[in-house]
């Protein structure tokens, strides 16, 4: 009698329909010979439209569990994968519904909340801002009586530093709350039940930390240096350059304080993403995420003989071994090409001479020509991607500053546009 052939491992992908990253990852598992389930985001009353294997509703995560749950019923699930924070949660709850590796669920909840994680940062000593939690309905003149100056207004869920918004005085502070509260209507979230955060503003050099955590603790898999000052009014990331400049000590330092942050909310495996600002003081934990990197960054990432981000979470996550946790030699850039000013994009040139500056090895347009875009801090989005490879960090990040230098977006202001912004 012949040996029953074991079948292959089955991973379910939490995906947004307008994610970057799930290219990648069905990439890495066509390398692994993983067979991939994506679950897409669609709102329950589109469902019928949509022609794929599993579409949930990532909103329901009570609908979704039990549609994931019924769907594992017929066809069995090794891991399931959250690509960006609004699948989180949800993979959590799905995981631990059927026995799954996972975090605790209260770590997830953390992980999004920016308020629920200052107030576990603070209760567990991570450095981190001091903060006030504030209703949506409150009065902006008595929230200024009651923070420091400079201070930063942000929104409790959003991500990629969607609505946050800096302050010098109370005067600003007002004009922040309402820019906030018209983004946070928009989006749906009732004003009667909704928070918001007001912040101590920390000054310093930022910093992104990507590491994996293990029954070792945590691994860095790659420290990111942002060059550009990150001091507002918005806080619009553009370049990241690995491996960090900055002197051993702080990188350790910087570890250290990542791995506390983790543990005072209860993340304990997997990815996790992290900011950081760092000044004379030392390292401050701005937010972790219980995921890895967004956008189209990992694309710089390769570690031991070519093995992709990815495909590292990936082995990880299956119970794969990692032949290596060490990054590929050399220095990597990445630039997320701002958006000036919201408008539709008409036009862009420059792409052939840009890719032609030396290290630059890739430019992606991610932006659809003839399509809105909206700036920060109403949007969420970039004109697209840069990368770049060179001996040292210094050359990997002039390179992207001269590819970018030669792109031109031409981009034509809108009265639909204008209104959604100014309110």
Known sequence: ?????????????LVSPNTYRAGAFLDAARTLDVEVVRGIDVPRELNDWWDVPLA???TDVAGATQAIQAYAAQTPLDAIVAVDDSATILATKAAAALGLPHNPLEAAEAARDKGIMRALFAGHGVPSPVFRRFALTANPADIAAQVDFPCVVKPLRLSGSRGVIRADNPAELETAFYRLKRLLLADGNPEDSTDILVEDFIPGFEVALEGLLTGDGLRVLALFDKPDPLDGPFFEETIYVTPSRLPEATQAAIA????RAAAAIGLRDGPIHAELRVNERGPWMLEIAGRSIGG??????????????????????????VPSFDRASGAAGAMMIPIPRSGLLKAVSGIEAASAVPHIEGIEITAKVGGPIVALPEGSSYLGFIFSHAADPATAEQALREAHSLLHFEIKPTLQVLQSVGG
Do not use: Y
């Open 296 to 321: 189209l960054c990992s694309t710089i990432l390769q570690f031991g003989t070519g093995m992709c981000l990815e495909e590292l979470l990936l082995r990880h996550t299956l119970g794969f071994d």
């Open 1 to 13: 009698m012949s040996e029953e052939h074991p079948r292959r491992k089955r991973l379910l992908l």
């Open 256 to 259: 250290d304080c990542a791995a």
């Open 56 to 58: 949930v509703d990532f």
